[in-house]
């Protein structure tokens, strides 16, 4: 068998193209579903308390939360962040192998069952459960020759026509504008009208 293979060159050649090219095409039509997951799968708890700072966040939000979600199936830990721009974030952390899917189901009914415990200015802002991958899939870098487009102007664009587009996509679990900035706007408050109409600042504020 070697020796016909020798004294056929030509053959022996096209052959090897033919196997190679073969082998390249039924690569590519491999399903992912084939390749181990090597990483944890992360369910991301997220709330805002407008106007609390850290410590405050800490004992009324991330204390009743933390307490329910603490000990869900397959969990191996949890990293939790307060920050005092009235923002909370949880982190939880499975085994490998673990459904995401139902972890974030059993995540969210936890969070459901703290949800008695907390401040109405969060039940009202919202609290949202979302499956993450601790990897960055995707950075998209925004910019412009334009002066007159700064860099206010991009982050404010990308929030708004390019945040929503991305956080579509079927399988993205959270989209991140890093260094968002935000236009900002002063308003001046009428007494004698927000009594009339029986608002209050907090009601303004969440407009």
Do not use: C
Request: proline share 6%; aromatic share 8%.
């Amino acid at each position: 068998m070697i020796n016909f293979f020798i004294d056929r060159p030509i053959f022996s050649t096209v052959l090897a193209i033919i196997i190679t090219l073969a082998g390249g095409v039924a690569l590519s039509g491999l399903p992912i579903a084939r390749f181990p997951q090597i990483t944890p799968p992360t369910i991301v708890v997220s709330a805002v308390f407008p106007g609390a700072d850290a410590a405050t966040i800490e004992q009324s939000v991330a204390a009743p939360i933390e307490q329910q979600v603490n000990g869900v199936p397959h969990m191996i830990y949890m990293d939790s962040k307060s920050a005092n721009d009235g923002t909370y974030a949880l982190t939880v952390t499975f085994e490998v192998g673990t459904d995401q899917d139902i972890a974030a189901v059993d995540v969210q009914n936890q969070v459901a069952i703290a949800q008695r415990q907390l401040p109405q200015q969060v039940l009202q802002q919202g609290i949202t459960v979302a499956k993450r991958q601790p990897q960055i899939l995707l950075a998209v870098a925004i910019g412009s020759d334009d002066p007159r487009y700064d860099y206010l102007f991009l982050s404010n664009y990308a929030t708004l026509h390019v945040y929503d587009a991305l956080a579509r996509v079927h399988g993205v679990g959270q989209v991140v504008v890093f260094g968002a900035r935000d236009y900002g706007m002063r308003i001046w408050l009428d007494p004698a009208k927000m009594a009339r109409l029986a608002v209050t600042t907090q009601d303004v504020s969440t407009i």
